[in-house]
């Protein structure tokens, strides 16, 4: 039984990880768009842009309309973003503890 718990932990633990990369994928990507608004990934570029935000869009929306961005004069604050990366990050530390608690 503990041999099960492990594998399955470990594979989520590994699936959350990939997710992990992408929202920093999906990061940078934004981060890009918003210096250089003419830019549009091309190539491969194009396409892990296009797993990226399809894998990321419906818990960041989500949150998005939970809590609306923070607007402060011309600048809006969107808390989505961070609040999935803290939910990841918290169940990667969970799914840890049970790794290599079991």
Not at 5 to 19: E, G, N, P
Request: glycine letters at 4%.
């Amino acid at each position: 039984m503990d041999l099960l718990v492990i594998i399955v932990a470990s594979v989520a633990y590994y699936a959350l990880l990939v997710y992990f990369f992408l929202m920093w994928g999906r990061f940078v990507l934004d981060l890009v768009q918003s210096f250089q608004r003419s830019w549009r990934p091309a190539g491969a570029v194009l396409f892990i842009a296009e797993v990226a935000y399809t894998v990321t869009d419906p818990p960041i929306k989500f949150f998005r309309r939970i809590i609306p961005p923070l607007r402060l004069g011309p600048v809006a604050f969107d808390f989505g973003w961070s609040i999935v990366m803290l939910l990841v990050i918290i169940a990667m530390f969970i799914l840890n503890l049970v790794r290599y608690s079991a």
